[in-house]
């Protein structure tokens, strides 16, 4: 093989964490709150890969566009129901992201469920689980690390394309910018939240289905996973796309190649605190820079040497 | 459960039994759950704070018992003479640990002074710990905005217990460890005991809260609440205020784990749960209304007599689900705390006007103000009630930076 | 009489004083603040 196995699995966890911390961000900067409920959605999706790959002996890769279906689903119905009316009853910051932290709750309970009504009806080992056998092979690399690879970078790409191209992604920036002023200008703002919800809900479990082909899963790792969601996110700005792409890509890698490392080089123990990983990136960043990778961005931009090394390098360009 | 195998090993002076048994077991929980809903109750419902790290401060009470209160005791009955199996590295702290603790029990029964003291030695210990944890886990976001600050406090739970898991020393792991018991020298039954304890405890805690809210620092935490661009502009350190309430409520709340590890006489990590110790007193708080003290205890008593009355009828209920019933608990939490959110979201007892005797306060809003800001037209990005009250905390990054 | 009965009911009296002093405290605020509501408007009307 050409890349060790484990920058194999590194890259295949800063993909699938991409993908999540690019739709935590879309949520957050439409929704204005921090969605605890969107590792959740990635717990779904694990369960429509197991449910592909198990249940109905298929590929899991057929249940992709499923996943990014359901996952939508369960995001626009948590929007109408929950956040939406919540908004509209004018509920602040803190009782959103408490109501958020409930569907995680909730949801994460219907994935036990499931979990337990697959292992109790079907006799499989449902409650934790990993699909690499169910993979195919491109040459020497297994097809997880391909396919998660090239729909990240597909997704990024088309992402940028609708945001800054399209009429929809330029109205969901404004929605994002000032949704009173966007109303003003004839921009639907609900319909543009619902899309928005859907898009990042279907991103999440798209995201969520490629887990269990290399990693182990269980109904929990939905709800695990939302700490390295957040720090990605936090790490690119927390109101930057742009940010949570570089962002989750290093919070991703640096938590599988920081353990792997640590334990190489300190002990084995240092493999139990893979999840201290991303919650040291969170409260460095916090620390050192609250606005992330994109405030730091700024701030270079704004200061003398870094406008006049952007101008020798002919760089010097809006962020957006 | 972890639970219930430590109770079992360590049954002993448990004599109540049949309903006295859950009315004890559910005053206990009831005991202390209201140390916990108050001390949310005093951060968020009073000054704003959402502390979502309420497991944090409850772990460390526990890991307060089992690292610091054990060795003490263990280190005095050697003084006193004695024999105990090694317990100087880890291996032996965790090996014999149960054979240790049963030796030091029989310590314990003749001497009535040395439980109490250490009772009253790890409270003392757990709330120094609980507000030095509440200092370090508000450090990098307690300037920020709120949701920061939540952030941060929701993943300091897992970190906690990470550290639990992995480190022998502290509470043996992911075995647990068994606590010598303290009231082995009382014939009685230990649980009721306890009982009155935790709950003698919450009730100095409520007057403590009750005293301070109704102090002139109440009001300025109230005030920091409804407008803290305000409060600083009149010279007040909004920052550090918020740091102070946070650090005195973490240290209640620490009380309330301390109380647990003596209560279960056994602490492991896997007891303090975010689920169990973060999200049911939210619950509590926010069903029973944010902001008053009466609400908080209402709230309390629901939830608490619900759930111990679930857990003891489970085996009747479990007929009637087709999965485990663990998973309906999680169900059950997230639809509550939505539905309370979305149809009750002042809860059962709303929030009243302050009142301070000798001062007319409606007169005041009346005249001032002209109007109840209850009843505000909504605003551009704020809004009327418990919603208003959050978009102050919550609102405006750039305004809190500055 | 049993040391565990009486603890008992010192617990159950604990139980019911916390409640019962904050419910009191709760009704008595309350009223105060109803009082002074109509007094304040008693002042504007007259």
Not at chain 1, 74 to 101: D, E, P
Request: with cysteine; proline share 4%.
């Amino acid at each position: 093989m050409l890349i060790p196995a484990i920058w194999v699995a590194a890259l295949v966890f800063a993909s699938e964490l991409t993908l999540l911390s690019i739709g935590f961000t879309l949520t957050y900067l439409t929704a204005k709150i921090p969605n605890f409920a969107h590792g959740t959605y990635a717990g779904i999706g694990i369960y429509v890969s197991y449910t592909f790959a198990k249940i109905f002996n298929l590929s899991p890769y057929f249940g992709f566009p499923l996943a990014f279906l359901i996952g939508g689903l369960f995001s626009v119905i948590v929007y109408k129901i929950v956040i939406g009316a919540l908004t509209n009853m004018g509920g602040g910051a803190i009782v959103l992201t408490i109501s958020t932290l409930a569907i995680q709750i909730f949801l994460t309970g219907l994935i036990q469920i499931y979990a337990y009504w697959l292992r109790d009806r079907y006799s499989t080992y449902a409650m934790s689980f990993l699909l690499k056998q169910n993979d195919f092979k491109i040459g020497d690399f297994p097809g997880i690390f391909v396919v998660s690879l090239s729909l990240t970078i597909v997704s990024v790409i088309s992402l940028h394309y609708m945001l800054t191209k399209t009429n929809i992604g330029v109205a969901m920036r404004a929605t994002a910018e000032d949704p009173e002023l966007a109303s003003v200008l004839g921009i639907n703002i609900n319909q543009i939240q619902l899309f928005s919800w859907f898009l990042t809900g279907g991103l999440a479990c798209l995201a969520g289905a490629m887990i269990p082909l290399w990693f182990m899963s269980t109904p929990q790792s939905g709800a695990m996973i939302i700490t390295s969601i957040m720090a990605g996110s936090l790490l690119g700005g927390f109101d930057s796309i742009y940010g949570a792409v570089v962002g989750g890509a290093l919070v991703g890698l640096s938590e599988i190649m920081l353990t792997t490392w640590g334990q190489a080089i300190i002990g084995v123990w240092v493999g139990e605190y893979r999840p201290l990983v991303p919650m040291i990136f969170l409260v460095a960043v916090l620390l050192v820079e609250p606005d992330g990778l994109h405030g730091a961005y700024t701030k270079f931009v704004a200061s003398e040497t870094g406008s006049n090394l952007l101008k020798s390098i002919g760089l010097q360009k809006e962020e957006y | 459960m972890l639970q219930d195998v430590a109770l079992g090993l360590l049954t002993s002076g448990v004599a109540v039994s049949g309903t006295a048994r859950l009315i004890v077991d559910i005053a206990m929980y009831f005991g202390l759950f209201v140390i916990v809903a108050m001390a949310l109750n005093f951060q968020y419902g009073n000054a704003g704070i959402p502390n979502m790290g309420c497991a944090v401060q409850v772990i460390m009470g526990g890991f307060t018992v089992s690292g610091i209160t054990v060795r003490l005791m263990f280190t005095m009955a050697e003084a006193a003479g004695t024999e105990l199996l090694p317990w100087a590295n880890d291996f032996d702290w965790v090996y014999n640990n149960p054979s240790n603790v049963s030796t030091m029990n029989e310590f314990i029964g003749p001497r009535m002074s040395f439980g109490v003291s250490m009772l009253l030695f790890s409270l003392a210990v757990s709330l120094i710990l609980g507000a030095v944890i509440g200092w370090v886990i508000a450090l990098p976001a307690i300037r920020l905005r709120a949701t920061y600050l939540m952030i941060v406090l929701i993943t300091m739970a897992d970190a906690a217990q990470i550290f639990g898991r992995n480190i022998p020393a502290i509470s043996g792991g992911t075995l647990g460890m068994f606590i010598p018991n303290i009231y082995e020298w009382y014939p009685g039954d230990r649980t009721v005991l306890s009982a009155v304890i935790t709950l003698l405890i919450g009730i100095i805690s409520f007057f403590l809260f009750r005293t301070m809210l109704n102090s002139p620092y109440g009001r300025l935490m109230r005030a920091i609440r409804e407008n803290e661009v305000t409060v600083g502009s009149v010279g007040k350190n909004v920052v550090g205020i918020r740091r102070n309430i946070l650090m005195f409520a973490s240290g209640i709340t620490a009380l309330s784990g301390t109380l647990l590890a003596f209560y279960f006489s056994y602490v492991v990590e896997a007891n303090y749960q975010r689920a169990f110790w973060t999200y049911w007193p939210w619950l509590m708080l926010i069903l029973g209304g944010p902001g008053n003290n009466a609400g908080t205890f209402l709230g309390c008593a629901l939830i608490v007599a619900m759930r111990r009355v679930i857990i003891v009828n489970k085996w009747f209920l479990q007929a009637v689900f087709f999965f485990p019933i663990a998973y309906f608990e999680s169900i059950l939490l997230g639809v509550l705390l939505i539905a309370v959110i979305m149809f009750r979201p002042n809860g059962l007892i709303p929030e009243k006007l302050l009142y301070i005797p000798g001062v007319n306060y409606t007169k005041m809003v009346n005249e001032e103000v002209k109007i109840d800001w209850r009843n505000a037209p909504k605003a551009r990005g704020g809004s009327s009630g418990i919603g208003g009250i959050m978009s102050a905390f919550g609102g405006g990054k750039k305004e809190e930076e500055s | 009489m049993d040391v565990d009965t009486i603890l008992f009911w010192v617990m159950m009296a604990l139980w019911v004083i916390m409640p019962a002093f904050i419910v009191y405290e709760e009704i008595t605020e309350r009223k105060a603040l109803a009082e002074a509501e109509a007094a304040t408007e008693e002042a504007n009307s007259s």
